[in-house]
Protein backbone atom coordinates (compact mmCIF):
# COMPACT_ATOMS: atom_id res chain seq x y z
CA UNK A 1 0.00 0.00 0.00
CA UNK A 2 1.23 4.00 -0.84
CA UNK A 3 2.16 5.97 2.68
CA UNK A 4 2.01 9.75 2.00
CA UNK A 5 3.83 11.73 4.96
CA UNK A 6 4.39 14.74 5.85
CA UNK A 7 6.46 15.31 8.76
CA UNK A 8 5.51 19.14 9.32
CA UNK A 9 2.42 19.93 10.55
CA UNK A 10 2.81 24.40 10.78
CA UNK A 11 5.41 26.36 9.17
CA UNK A 12 5.44 30.06 8.97
CA UNK A 13 6.88 32.11 6.80
CA UNK A 14 7.79 36.00 6.20
CA UNK A 15 6.18 37.61 3.10
CA UNK A 16 8.77 37.41 0.29
CA UNK A 17 11.27 34.86 1.77
CA UNK A 18 11.48 31.13 0.76
CA UNK A 19 10.04 28.16 2.88
CA UNK A 20 10.20 24.59 1.45
CA UNK A 21 7.21 22.24 2.19
CA UNK A 22 8.44 18.52 3.38
CA UNK A 23 7.17 15.05 1.66
CA UNK A 24 8.08 11.36 1.51
CA UNK A 25 6.01 8.64 0.26
CA UNK A 26 6.04 4.96 0.15
CA UNK A 27 5.65 2.94 -2.95
CA UNK A 28 6.66 0.22 -5.00
CA UNK A 29 4.97 1.40 -8.58
CA UNK A 30 7.27 2.75 -10.87
CA UNK A 31 4.42 4.35 -12.49
CA UNK A 32 2.70 6.94 -10.85
CA UNK A 33 2.03 11.14 -9.86
CA UNK A 34 3.11 13.41 -7.27
CA UNK A 35 1.11 16.40 -6.60
CA UNK A 36 1.32 19.43 -4.08
CA UNK A 37 -2.69 20.42 -3.45
CA UNK A 38 -3.11 23.94 -1.28
CA UNK A 39 -6.38 24.44 0.43
CA UNK A 40 -6.78 27.82 1.73
CA UNK A 41 -9.20 28.59 4.98
CA UNK A 42 -12.94 27.90 4.08
CA UNK A 43 -11.88 27.80 0.14
CA UNK A 44 -11.96 24.73 -2.39
CA UNK A 45 -8.54 22.84 -2.79
CA UNK A 46 -6.41 23.66 -5.95
CA UNK A 47 -3.52 21.68 -7.29
CA UNK A 48 -0.51 23.65 -7.39
CA UNK A 49 1.78 21.90 -9.44
CA UNK A 50 2.22 17.78 -10.57
CA UNK A 51 5.39 15.74 -11.26
CA UNK A 52 5.11 12.51 -13.09
CA UNK A 53 7.49 10.01 -11.78
CA UNK A 54 8.89 8.69 -15.43
CA UNK A 55 10.32 12.68 -15.75
CA UNK A 56 13.37 13.41 -14.09
CA UNK A 57 12.64 17.24 -14.79
CA UNK A 58 11.56 19.30 -11.67
CA UNK A 59 8.16 20.66 -12.17
CA UNK A 60 8.10 24.43 -11.60
CA UNK A 61 4.59 26.43 -11.58
CA UNK A 62 5.89 30.42 -11.54
CA UNK A 63 7.19 30.91 -8.00
CA UNK A 64 6.52 27.38 -6.87
CA UNK A 65 8.61 24.26 -7.96
CA UNK A 66 9.31 21.38 -6.53
CA UNK A 67 12.49 18.91 -5.46
CA UNK A 68 11.70 15.34 -6.74
CA UNK A 69 14.12 12.45 -5.35
CA UNK A 70 12.87 9.34 -7.07
CA UNK A 71 15.66 7.16 -5.23
CA UNK A 72 15.04 8.71 -2.01
CA UNK A 73 10.69 8.92 -2.50
CA UNK A 74 11.03 12.25 -1.37
CA UNK A 75 8.95 15.38 -3.15
CA UNK A 76 9.24 18.41 -1.44
CA UNK A 77 7.54 22.19 -2.68
CA UNK A 78 9.69 25.43 -2.75
CA UNK A 79 7.44 28.67 -2.05
CA UNK A 80 9.85 31.29 -3.38
CA UNK A 81 8.77 34.96 -2.53
CA UNK A 82 6.03 34.20 -0.29
CA UNK A 83 2.58 35.84 -0.15
CA UNK A 84 -0.51 36.44 2.37
CA UNK A 85 -2.49 34.91 -0.70
CA UNK A 86 -0.19 31.81 0.16
CA UNK A 87 -1.41 31.25 3.55
CA UNK A 88 -3.18 27.53 3.38
CA UNK A 89 -2.95 24.33 3.94
CA UNK A 90 -0.74 22.06 1.65
CA UNK A 91 -1.14 18.55 1.04
CA UNK A 92 0.72 16.12 -0.80
CA UNK A 93 -0.91 13.41 -2.53
CA UNK A 94 0.33 10.32 -4.90
CA UNK A 95 -1.70 8.43 -7.31
CA UNK A 96 -0.78 5.16 -9.19
CA UNK A 97 -0.27 5.62 -13.17
CA UNK A 98 -2.04 2.64 -14.43
CA UNK A 99 -2.53 3.03 -18.03
CA UNK A 100 -4.65 -0.47 -18.45
CA UNK A 101 -7.60 0.12 -15.56
CA UNK A 102 -5.95 4.09 -14.54
CA UNK A 103 -8.30 5.18 -11.17
CA UNK A 104 -8.05 8.47 -9.96
CA UNK A 105 -7.53 7.48 -6.49
CA UNK A 106 -4.90 10.44 -4.67
CA UNK A 107 -3.81 9.52 -1.16
CA UNK A 108 -3.34 12.88 0.52
CA UNK A 109 -0.41 13.30 3.26
CA UNK A 110 -1.71 14.95 6.39
CA UNK A 111 -0.48 18.36 5.00
CA UNK A 112 1.15 21.42 6.61
CA UNK A 113 -0.24 24.60 7.59
CA UNK A 114 1.50 27.43 6.07
CA UNK A 115 1.44 30.77 7.48
CA UNK A 116 2.37 33.34 5.65
CA UNK A 117 3.50 36.60 7.86
CA UNK A 118 3.35 40.36 6.85
CA UNK B 1 -16.41 27.19 -17.47
CA UNK B 2 -18.24 26.69 -14.60
CA UNK B 3 -16.65 24.33 -11.53
CA UNK B 4 -17.30 21.87 -9.88
CA UNK B 5 -20.69 22.57 -8.02
CA UNK B 6 -21.52 20.30 -4.56
CA UNK B 7 -24.99 20.67 -3.42
CA UNK B 8 -25.84 21.36 -0.47
CA UNK B 9 -22.56 22.92 1.05
CA UNK B 10 -24.01 22.31 4.76
CA UNK B 11 -26.33 19.94 6.12
CA UNK B 12 -27.11 18.70 9.29
CA UNK B 13 -28.64 15.22 10.13
CA UNK B 14 -28.81 12.88 13.40
CA UNK B 15 -27.96 9.72 14.25
CA UNK B 16 -29.52 6.83 12.68
CA UNK B 17 -30.56 8.85 9.88
CA UNK B 18 -29.89 8.97 5.25
CA UNK B 19 -28.35 11.81 3.79
CA UNK B 20 -27.36 12.11 -0.34
CA UNK B 21 -24.84 14.66 -1.54
CA UNK B 22 -24.51 15.65 -5.02
CA UNK B 23 -21.74 16.77 -6.79
CA UNK B 24 -21.93 18.29 -10.44
CA UNK B 25 -19.14 18.27 -12.46
CA UNK B 26 -17.04 20.14 -14.92
CA UNK B 27 -18.85 19.96 -18.29
CA UNK B 28 -17.44 17.08 -20.15
CA UNK B 29 -15.77 15.65 -17.28
CA UNK B 30 -16.35 12.01 -17.16
CA UNK B 31 -14.41 11.14 -13.81
CA UNK B 32 -15.87 12.16 -10.10
CA UNK B 33 -13.87 11.01 -7.24
CA UNK B 34 -15.47 11.40 -3.38
CA UNK B 35 -13.30 12.36 -0.28
CA UNK B 36 -14.38 12.26 3.50
CA UNK B 37 -11.83 15.48 5.20
CA UNK B 38 -11.81 15.01 8.98
CA UNK B 39 -9.59 16.47 11.66
CA UNK B 40 -8.28 12.77 12.90
CA UNK B 41 -8.30 10.65 9.84
CA UNK B 42 -7.20 13.10 7.08
CA UNK B 43 -8.62 13.14 3.73
CA UNK B 44 -9.75 9.94 2.72
CA UNK B 45 -11.14 8.58 -0.71
CA UNK B 46 -14.12 6.83 -0.33
CA UNK B 47 -14.72 5.99 -4.69
CA UNK B 48 -14.81 7.51 -7.92
CA UNK B 49 -16.83 6.69 -10.96
CA UNK B 50 -16.42 6.90 -14.65
CA UNK B 51 -18.74 6.69 -17.14
CA UNK B 52 -21.40 5.52 -14.36
CA UNK B 53 -18.96 3.08 -13.23
CA UNK B 54 -17.59 2.47 -10.10
CA UNK B 55 -13.39 2.35 -11.07
CA UNK B 56 -12.28 1.86 -7.53
CA UNK B 57 -13.51 2.19 -3.88
CA UNK B 58 -12.00 2.88 -0.15
CA UNK B 59 -12.22 1.13 2.79
CA UNK B 60 -15.46 2.50 4.30
CA UNK B 61 -17.78 0.11 5.76
CA UNK B 62 -21.41 -0.67 2.81
CA UNK B 63 -23.32 2.15 4.58
CA UNK B 64 -20.89 4.52 2.10
CA UNK B 65 -22.79 4.48 -1.66
CA UNK B 66 -22.46 6.17 -4.27
CA UNK B 67 -23.60 6.46 -8.53
CA UNK B 68 -22.91 8.75 -11.34
CA UNK B 69 -25.81 9.74 -13.80
CA UNK B 70 -25.37 9.75 -17.46
CA UNK B 71 -24.71 13.41 -17.64
CA UNK B 72 -21.39 12.51 -14.97
CA UNK B 73 -23.45 13.97 -11.91
CA UNK B 74 -22.76 11.88 -9.05
CA UNK B 75 -24.37 11.32 -6.05
CA UNK B 76 -23.59 10.14 -2.51
CA UNK B 77 -25.54 8.33 -0.32
CA UNK B 78 -24.37 7.55 3.89
CA UNK B 79 -27.46 5.30 5.65
CA UNK B 80 -27.50 4.98 9.28
CA UNK B 81 -25.77 8.29 10.04
CA UNK B 82 -23.41 7.98 12.80
CA UNK B 83 -21.48 10.52 14.88
CA UNK B 84 -18.04 9.93 13.37
CA UNK B 85 -19.72 10.33 9.49
CA UNK B 86 -19.38 13.93 10.42
CA UNK B 87 -17.11 15.97 8.25
CA UNK B 88 -16.77 17.76 4.74
CA UNK B 89 -17.14 15.66 1.77
CA UNK B 90 -15.11 16.72 -1.00
CA UNK B 91 -16.16 15.51 -4.84
CA UNK B 92 -13.77 16.08 -7.99
CA UNK B 93 -13.77 16.16 -11.34
CA UNK B 94 -11.70 14.94 -14.18
CA UNK B 95 -11.29 13.94 -17.49
CA UNK B 96 -10.79 10.35 -16.16
CA UNK B 97 -6.71 10.06 -17.07
CA UNK B 98 -4.38 9.89 -13.61
CA UNK B 99 -2.46 12.71 -15.66
CA UNK B 100 -5.42 15.15 -15.58
CA UNK B 101 -5.86 17.77 -13.64
CA UNK B 102 -8.84 16.55 -10.69
CA UNK B 103 -10.83 19.73 -9.72
CA UNK B 104 -12.10 20.01 -6.28
CA UNK B 105 -15.58 21.44 -5.20
CA UNK B 106 -16.27 23.13 -2.19
CA UNK B 107 -17.33 20.28 -0.38
CA UNK B 108 -20.59 19.82 1.73
CA UNK B 109 -20.12 20.11 5.53
CA UNK B 110 -21.94 17.35 7.37
CA UNK B 111 -22.76 17.93 10.91
CA UNK B 112 -24.12 14.61 12.51
CA UNK B 113 -25.90 15.09 16.02
Redesign the interface.
Known amino acids: AQTVTQSQPEMSVQEAETVTLSCTYDTSENNY ?1 LFW ?1 KQPPS ?5 VI ?1 Q ?1 AYKQQNATENRFSVNFQKAAKSFSLKISDSQLGDTAMY ?1 CAF ?4 YG ?11 TLLAVQP | KA ?1 VTQTPRYLIKTRGQQVTLSCSPISGHR ?1 V ?1 W ?1 QQTPGQ ?4 LF ?1 Y ?1 SETQ ?2 K ?1 NFPGRFSGRQFSNSRSEMNVSTLELGDSALY ?1 C ?1 S ?1 L ?12 TRLTVL
Open positions: YYRQMILREFMKGNGATNKLIFGTG | GSSYGLQFEFRNGLASGHPSDEQFFGPG
